[in-house]
């Protein structure tokens, strides 16, 4: 088997968080910059404090990735006792991380080879390649075959959100001034996808009833879900969620629907008022499950 290392970000989050216990899984933190202060996400600032902080300053805070400098040195340090190193990034188009981490794998000497992958998401989107990463560097024979595997399943995460307050979207860029206040006029909620790892508005919807429906009728699009988690605004499950999970459970018998609170790195692009999904679709020849 080869000896493979797995490098992420604090903005990933994890269906199940066992897995970064039972697998080599480092995490470097994000910088979140909040009202002129700066907090090393998930050491110094918890996901709940940064939502309330968030909240009370009122506009998107500013996330700094790790530097090539902090990428450089660990896949140095991983690159002494592993065959490959593969370092999943939450998406180019929204992050300088990726770009960070492709600068630091040519700095690296030696024989280990080191993927830097473009997850095209965020968030739990990019934990569930992570999880695709570890469950195929215990399967598979070579490095390259991992690697492979884990590119591949990029295509097949996807990730929506009904977003509850549309100010960050505004500041962010993703809505036009003029329809952020129409939304907020009207009280409609803008459902949101990411597509090409990009965030788009792809549709409104018009109540807190509606948003449970648009999000099931999303899962149900799909044949067979090889992971699937609910994402929410707070630690403890929403009323929104849990019908949510007996809907689904109806939809689709045996399949697991966990819940998890969104990351600060997600709040800072959408908001800290927000309910979501995010999917891995299953490929007609996947490898078992050991997670």
Known sequence: MPRIQI???????????????HFPVTILPNIIEIGGRQYKEGIDLGTEAAF?????????????PPSEQDYAELYARLSHFCDA??????????????Q???????????GCEIAVVDSQSLCAGQG????????AAQE???????????????????????????????????MKPSHAIL???????????????QIIVIEKIRSRGDVIERLVEFLVEFTELE???????????????RIMQDRLALEFPGQHFPFMMYSATMASYLGTHATGVAVLEKESDDLDDDF
């Open 128 to 135: 569930m390649l992570i999880r695709v990463a570890a469950r």
């Open 85 to 98: 190193v593969i370092s999943v990034h939450p998406s180019r188009e929204l992050s300088e991380s990726w």
């Open 183 to 197: 939304s907020a006029h009207l009280e409609i909620m803008p459902f949101v996808s990411l597509e090409d790892g």
């Open 7 to 21: 490098v992420t970000d604090s903005g990933a989050r994890f269906s199940n968080p066992r897995l970064v216990r």
């Open 227 to 241: 992971d699937a988690v609910v994402l929410q605004d707070k630690k403890q499950i929403s009323e929104e969620t």
């Open 100 to 110: 960070n981490g492709r600068v630091a794998a040519q700095q690296v000497n030696g």
């Open 52 to 64: 309330e902080l968030m909240a009370r300053h009122g506009k998107p805070p500013k996330v700094i």
């Open 140 to 174: 598979l024979d070579s490095a390259d075959d991992v690697i492979q595997t884990v590119r591949q399943a990029v295509n097949r995460v996807y990730s929506v959100y009904c977003i509850g307050d549309v100010s960050f979207l505004r500041a962010n860029g993703f």
